[in-house]
């Protein structure tokens, strides 16, 4: 499944995931992040609300991804410190500097944990 589509299947599934936890937030929008600079461009999948703060979220089908466009969301906001990355390796919470030097925290979260978001984010943020 990871490998369908160069991981757009897996993007789908965390969006369904997703979905099932807005509506049961009263929420109904998925927001994500573009920068469209000549020569740069740059994505994040998806940007969540959490209370009053905003997360990052990337998905990454394999194991051994770059997060180049989450380092440069990271980089242009002062409104969080915490992202998180849905892929299919363990659960953990790294301590990453950007290469600008902009320092956060990184949830790597299983697919599986997709529906415990927000309880996840409740403990940590």
Aim: charged fraction near 25%.
């Amino acid at each position: 499944l990871l490998d369908i589509w160069k991981g757009h299947a897996a993007e789908q599934i965390v969006a369904q995931e997703l979905r099932i936890v807005l509506d049961r937030n009263y929420r109904n929008e998925q927001y994500f992040w573009v920068r469209d600079k000549k020569g740069a461009t740059a994505e994040v999948d998806f940007v969540w609300q959490h209370n009053a703060t905003i997360v990052p979220i990337e998905v990454k089908s394999g194991t051994n991804a770059h997060l180049r466009s989450l380092h440069s969301f990271m980089d242009t906001t002062e409104a969080t410190d915490i992202a998180i990355r849905i892929w299919p390796g363990k659960y953990g919470i790294d301590e990453v500097t950007t290469p600008n030097g902009k320092t956060f925290r990184l949830i790597n979260l299983p697919f599986y944990y997709v529906g415990m978001l927000d309880m996840i984010l409740d403990k940590n943020l």
